[in-house]
């Protein structure tokens, strides 16, 4: 089984400011894929980045990247001058193989909030 | 691309009623559908793994009998909700896999279930 945490229920930013959302997983698996999801209020899954277990390099996509600790299975998304536009629950969430092939389980979320 | 649409975006139905919800990928086809429940607020639940040809697998706790499952072809997959109870309402949202990329799932819009 794996399991997601975030323990971060609600965050907040100043617009063009930097804000880190963390999230740490756990999963007995060793070939497994990370991935942070936006959810706007128009509640459409967006996925904002992915990361893949074995890449030791942390994954960017634009003004988001990401802070992968393998060891510490700790996965936290970084969100570089944030937009209005940015404003959104955010989850993140781990795909492992084995049984649990193709199967996301979701961390609780977080809400980010954005302040002109 | 990978688009993934539902139908209807919003329905209201009667206590006892039951109501189809259709999940298409338009423009690929899908290897596994997965099913969600979302409350406000809160992350996604997993419900069932639907695979073209082959029964749906439920998570525990999930009613097999009244959430009704069929993956009629690669690019469809329907959720009947039977005999609905006002408990029932909910954000219902399906999401579909690749059948080459099998980690990354593509997510519908939702479908908002109110039962009066």
């Known amino acids: 089984a794996q399991t997601v945490t975030q323990s971060q229920p609600e965050m907040s930013v100043q617009e063009a400011e930097t804000v880190t959302l963390s999230c740490t997983y756990d999963?007995?698996?060793?070939?497994?894929?990370l991935f942070w999801y936006k959810q706007p209020p128009s509640r459409q899954m967006i996925l904002v980045i992915r990361?893949?277990?074995?890449?030791?390099q942390n994954a960017t996509e634009n003004r988001f990247s990401v802070n992968f600790q393998k060891a510490a299975k700790s996965f936290s998304l970084k969100i570089s001058d944030s937009q209005l536009g940015d404003a959104a629950m955010y989850f993140c969430?781990?795909?492992?193989?084995?049984?649990?092939?193709?199967?996301?389980?979701f961390g609780q979320g977080t809400i980010l909030t954005v302040h002109p | 691309g990978a688009v993934v649409s539902q139908h209807p975006s919003w329905v209201i139905c009667k206590s006892g009623t039951s109501v189809k919800i259709e999940c298409r990928s338009l423009?690929?086809?899908?290897?596994?559908m997965f099913w969600y429940r979302q409350f406000p607020k809160q992350s996604l639940m997993l419900m069932a793994t639907?695979?073209?040809?082959?029964?749906?697998?439920?998570e525990q706790g999930v009613e097999k009998d009244k959430f009704l499952i069929n993956h009629a072809s690669l690019t469809l997959s329907t959720l009947t909700v039977t005999s609905a109870h006002p408990e029932d309402s909910s954000f219902y949202i399906c999401?579909?896999?690749?059948?080459?990329?099998?980690?990354?799932?593509?997510f519908g819009p939702g479908t908002r279930l109110t039962v009066t």
């Open positions: 999401s579909a896999q690749k059948r080459s990329r099998g980690y990354e799932q593509y």
């Open positions: 999963t007995s698996e060793s070939d497994y894929y």
């Open positions: 990361q893949e277990a074995y890449k030791q």
């Open positions: 969430a781990a795909n492992a193989g084995g049984t649990s092939y193709g199967k996301l389980t």
């Open positions: 423009d690929f086809q899908a290897t596994t």
């Open positions: 639907s695979n073209e040809g082959s029964k749906a697998t439920y």
